[in-house]
């Protein structure tokens, strides 16, 4: 059973553009305020620079019409518009087809610094940008191309490492541990919690990953590290390597979450527990 949300998906005009009120543009400002005051230092340098080529607008909620030329002449990729709630299936799709699935709706002020779902901001501003990076945008492309065609079980376990990675992703960049995961990038705390004392970090391991549960409700108590995004694209460039990863995991059963399991929301990638089957 999917969790029941407020707020709906902005619907194009006849040429492709969304109509955003004066207070989800001022609520975009702030947020993008916020997250380019903190991000300097923290965010890897492959991020940043990145946002900056992209240039996304500051004071206003940007069209996904804009974004897609910009992204079409650098990597290829595109942004699809989608309800908040898409199947494995369709997800994955789309990725295996160079187009990132993403919600339109902007969050309100009370959910200014939290936000459970995705929301533009989270997809524009988090995800966006990595996707000017070619060897970032090859990683998400196999990765979406091999679970596609993976079974039902099988991408449960690869929502995992999309989790831990496009989403809650870390990096050792030189002698410093950064943020890239989009999730982290577009949150006005995780963004500071990730590379505190509090949550443990491990270096990323495909067997480890596929054993390790996570909540979208609550700051990540694990994160993994990568060293680099071409270890992100190695990762997946062996479909028969990823497959025996997920049958070790499967055979050695899941880790204890560190978390409470009682009542976990389901997860549709980002709105589902990714439980083990």
Not at 166 to 176: C, H, P, R
Request: aromatic share 12%; glycine share 4%; net charge negative.
């Amino acid at each position: 059973m999917h969790n029941q949300t407020e707020y709906v998906s902005k619907v194009p005009d006849k040429d492709g553009y969304r109509t955003y009120s004066d207070t989800e543009h001022q609520i975009w400002a702030k947020l993008y305020a916020v997250q380019e005051k903190s991000l300097p230092g923290i965010a890897c340098p492959e991020y940043m620079s990145a946002l900056e080529e992209i240039g996304l607008p500051r004071n206003s909620v940007p069209q996904l019409k804009n974004i897609n030329e910009i992204l079409k002449k650098k990597t290829g990729w595109g942004i699809e518009g989608v309800p908040a709630l898409i199947s494995f299936e369709r997800f994955f799709g789309l990725l295996a087809e160079k187009k990132f699935p993403a919600a339109t709706f902007i969050r309100t002020s009370d959910d200014f610094e939290y936000l459970q779902e995705p929301d533009i901001f989270h997809e524009i501003f988090g995800h966006c940008p990595l996707l000017m990076n070619e060897v970032y945008t090859d990683f998400m492309q196999k990765f979406g191309e091999l679970a596609a065609s993976a079974s039902a079980e099988d991408q449960i376990m690869l929502a995992r490492l999309y989790w831990f990675t496009v989403e809650f992703g870390l990096i050792q960049s030189n002698k410093d541990l950064q943020i890239y995961g989009a999730g982290i990038v577009s949150s006005v705390n995780e963004s500071k919690y990730a590379l505190s004392n509090k949550p443990q970090r491990y270096k990323l391991d495909l067997v480890e990953v596929f054993r390790t549960l996570y909540r979208i409700d609550i700051m990540q108590p694990i994160y993994f590290v990568i060293s680099s995004f071409e270890q992100l694209f190695n990762l997946v460039d062996s479909p028969k390597a990823v497959f025996e990863s997920i049958a070790e995991a499967r055979s050695l059963g899941p880790h204890k979450p560190l978390f409470a399991v009682d009542d976990l929301p389901e997860d549709d990638l980002r709105k589902k527990i990714a439980s083990q089957s």
